[in-house]
């Protein structure tokens, strides 16, 4: 047997759990919401505590002095310790998501608008007009900082818009309209969630990336209404 043969198991052990789940999950639903997921992986338990008698085995005094295999049977009690913690839901890490990391996230839906979608004014002044796309911009704004926060917090920065359009102040808009904005995003930046949950990414990874997509559409053909009026 080779004289690696054993940490190497004890590294298989360690890290096949990661993709082979042997045991239970349960999940909380509101209102067609995921909002709990917990699981228990008693089989990657099992695993990991085998891995950690090899690595013993390997580790002990009595042991032949080999220190490459001793490093490795260290790295691999390392993994198998994480392991543990992750079997019994302590931590959670789940490789496939470093591969295909908007796997969890739901699908989005929006993709452009109908032809019949405005932002109808009752009155087309160019005075109105400014100030309806003043609080338009805030609102994108808004929704785009507390998408890119969470994003940032939760999701490894994983935007799912085009945050530098979303963000993006016109030239035309004076300092008080821009402090408008700028007042909005304070507030929505005070109220950004300060921790990740299954129900939040489905909402501001979800629902609010396809409400900040629209509205970053209908600010573009009311701004293009408003810039054709002014000349």
């Not at 739901?106 to 452009?112: A, G, R």
């Not at 609080?135 to 085009?162: F, M, P, T």
């Amino acid at each position: 047997m080779s004289r690696f043969s054993k940490p190497l198991i004890a590294l298989v052990l360690a890290i096949l759990p990661f993709f082979v789940l042997v045991g239970t999950t349960s999940t909380v639903t509101v209102n067609g919401e995921v909002v709990s997921d917990n699981r228990f992986n008693f089989g990657g338990l099992i695993m990991a505590l085998i891995g950690l008698s090899i690595v013993f085995g390997v580790l002990r005094p009595s042991a032949p002095k080999d220190a490459a295999a001793k490093g490795m049977a260290a790295v691999a009690g390392l993994l198998c310790l994480v392991q543990v913690a992750n079997s019994i839901d302590l931590i959670r890490i789940e490789p496939l998501d470093w591969l295909m990391p908007d796997r969890h996230l739901p699908e989005l839906q929006y993709s452009e608008l109908a032809e019949n979608d405005y932002i109808y004014l009752s009155n087309k002044s160019p005075d109105f007009y400014r100030r309806t796309l003043t609080w338009e911009k805030g609102k994108i704004v808004s929704r785009a900082k507390q998408h890119r926060l969470y994003a940032d917090l939760c999701h490894g920065g994983r935007y799912r818009a085009d945050l530098a359009r979303a963000e993006r102040l016109p030239e035309y808009l004076n300092p008080t309209e821009r402090a408008e904005i700028e007042r909005a995003t304070s507030i929505a930046t005070e109220n950004a969630p300060p921790e990740c949950s299954i129900a939040t990414s489905n909402r501001l990874m979800g629902k609010t990336v396809d409400e900040l997509n629209r509205q970053m559409d209908l600010f573009d053909r009311l701004e293009a209404e408003y810039l054709d009026q002014v000349g």
